[in-house]
């Protein structure tokens, strides 16, 4: 699962056992060499569709980390690219990284349940971090992504169909949540990591209360599944105009 380069054991159980951002914080400079990191393919699908709808003003990539999906928005946005991340570790790897010429980026330490912006983005992104948010608090998260949008601006991040039960990926992420919770009801502070804590009609359901009109868009690149659902497709979340 792990490059070379990438945290050994005992580094990962340190970071477990520490809080969501220390462990962040520790991880930051081999994160990119984890399986945690979102594929350059789901990146690069991702561009590809917003490419078909774009081109976009202002970007912000919610829960940064080392800045990937900065580099979708560069791609699709002509005027600033913002990212967020409360990890400080996860920020000053995302500066150091040499970036192909784009729009120009700043780089904002804050979290993403409290939003230090106003209504001045035209996108937000976000990859791979809805699993660090318990069910409770994603009305609170999509008010605050609805709270930066300017009207008519879209909030997109891609979902990746859920395994059946029985497979050996199900059983996995069903272990891997079960060792989560004891670790939770053991130690503090928590550290907040559940794979299947974020479903798909939770979602959308309060998506649509924060005030979001919600579609789904295939990503082709990655097929379908035995039922004709797409394996993989993008949530585009529109704030209506006005």
């Known amino acids: ?4 380069e990438g945290p050994r054991l005992r580094e990962l159980a340190v970071q477990a056992l520490s809080s969501v951002e220390r462990g962040y914080d520790l991880l930051a400079p081999k994160f990119d060499h984890t399986p945690f990191r979102t594929p350059d393919s789901v990146l690069d699908a991702t561009a590809s569709a917003l490419w078909r709808t774009g081109p976009f003003g202002s970007g912000l990539d ?15 946005c002509e005027e600033t690219v913002t990212g967020v991340d409360f990890s400080t570790g996860m920020l000053d790897v995302a500066r150091a990284r040499t970036r ?3 729009p120009p980026v700043t780089w904002v330490r804050a979290d993403a349940r409290s939003l230090p912006f106003g209504p001045v983005f035209d996108l937000v992104v976000s990859f791979g971090a809805f699993g660090h948010f318990l069910p409770r608090e994603l009305p609170g998260l999509f008010a605050q992504v609805h709270s930066v949008l300017r009207p008519g601006g879209r909030f997109v991040f891609p979902v990746v169909a859920p395994p059946r039960p029985g497979s050996l ?5 069903l272990g891997f949540d079960a060792v989560m919770r004891v670790r939770n009801a ?16 939770d979602m959308w359901r309060e998506l649509t209360r924060a005030g979001f009109l919600v579609e789904f868009w295939a990503l082709p690149e990655f097929g379908q599944r035995r039922d004709g659902s797409p ?6 979340a529109r704030r209506p105009e006005g």
């Open 1 to 4: 699962m792990f490059s070379p």
């Open 100 to 102: 192909p010429p784009g």
């Open 62 to 76: 919610l829960c940064c980390g080392t800045g990937a999906g900065v580099d979708v928005l560069r791609q699709v």
């Open 169 to 173: 990926t199900y059983g996995m992420l």
């Open 186 to 201: 053991v130690r503090r502070p928590p550290f907040v990591m559940y794979y299947r804590a974020f479903r798909f009609g």
């Open 231 to 236: 394996r993989v497709r993008l949530v585009v």
